[in-house]
C-alpha cells in the first residue's frame, strides 16, 4: 500500500534562512513524487514534480529511492512561502490514477 | 476556462440527510477525482473516473456515498443519510491522461465543497 509521511505538521523558520520540509514514502512499485501547496485561501495547487526536476519559485526536491524520501528545500526563505504544503505519491505505468497525500506541513517565516 | 468548479461551497444539514455535490471539471481533462479532507489530514481518495468510467473506488466510500460521472463531463458525490462523521471538506480535481501509461499529470483542484453535519 502507498503511504506519504510528513513528519513535521508546523515548521518556523525567519525571512532568508533555509527550510527543508521532510517527506517520506513507502511504495513497492514505481512512484512519481509531487509536491502541492495551497495559500491562504487559494485551492491546492501544484508546487513541482520530481520528474519535471524544475525549480519552481526557489524550491527544489530531489528524489532519493535509497531513503525513499522527497524532501523539498529552498536556500533563502521568503514571507509569501507561508502555506500549507502537501506531499503526494501517484503510481507510473498503471492506470491506477489515485494520488497519495501526506498530512502536510505548515510553513511559516517570519519576518 | 475558469478551473475546476464545485458547488456548493458550503453545506450545512441535518443527521440523516441527503446531499449531493457537484464538480465541473476542467473542460478537457478526462479524469475526475474526489478527495475528502478532515482537518489535519490531508486529501484522502474517495474515487476517480476516466471519461464516464469509475475506476476506482476507496474503502472508505461506504454504500452510502456515489459518484457519477455522466457524459464524462461533470461529476456529483451523492452522500445517503448523513452522519456527523461525514463533515468535512471534499474536494475535486481533474487532469489529462494521455493514456500513454504514465501517472495522470498534475492534479488541478477546485476550491472544495465544506459539509458540516449538524
Known amino acids: 500500500a502507498q503511504r506519504v509521511t510528513q513528519p513535521e505538521k508546523l515548521l518556523s523558520v525567519f525571512k532568508g534562512a533555509p527550510v527543508e520540509l521532510k517527506c517520506n514514502y513507502s511504495?513497492?512499485?514505481?512512484?512519481?513524487l509531487f509536491w502541492y501547496v495551497q495559500y491562504s485561501r487559494q485551492r491546492l495547487q501544484l508546487l513541482l514534480r520530481?520528474?519535471s526536476r524544475e525549480s519552481i519559485k526557489g524550491f527544489t526536491a530531489d528524489l532519493n529511492k535509497g531513503e525513499t524520501s522527497f524532501h523539498l528545500k529552498k536556500p533563502f526563505a521568503q514571507e509569501e512561502d507561508s502555506a500549507m504544503y502537501y506531499c503526494a505519491l501517484t503510481e507510473i505505468n498503471t492506470n491506477a490514477g489515485k494520488s497519495t497525500f501526506g498530512d502536510g506541513t505548515t510553513l511559516t517565516v517570519k519576518p | 476556462d475558469t478551473g475546476v468548479s464545485q458547488d456548493p461551497r458550503h453545506k450545512i444539514t441535518k443527521r440523516g440527510q441527503n446531499v449531493t455535490f457537484r464538480c465541473d471539471p476542467i473542460?478537457?481533462?478526462?479524469?475526475l477525482y474526489w478527495y475528502r479532507q478532515t482537518l489535519g489530514q490531508g486529501p484522502e481518495f474517495l474515487t476517480y473516473?476516466?471519461?464516464?468510467?469509475?475506476?476506482?473506488k476507496s474503502r472508505l466510500l461506504s454504500d452510502r456515498f456515489s459518484a457519477e460521472r455522466p457524459k464524462g463531463s461533470f461529476s456529483t458525490l451523492e452522500i445517503q443519510r448523513t452522519e456527523q462523521g461525514d463533515s468535512a471538506m471534499y474536494l475535486c480535481a481533474s487532469s489529462f491522461d494521455s493514456g500513454t501509461g504514465g501517472a495522470g499529470g498534475e492534479l488541478f483542484f477546485g476550491e472544495g465543497s465544506r459539509l458540516t453535519v449538524l
Open positions: 473516473f476516466q471519461n464516464e468510467a469509475q475506476l476506482e
Open positions: 520530481h520528474i
Open positions: 473542460s478537457e481533462h478526462n479524469r
Open positions: 511504495y513497492s512499485g514505481s512512484p512519481e
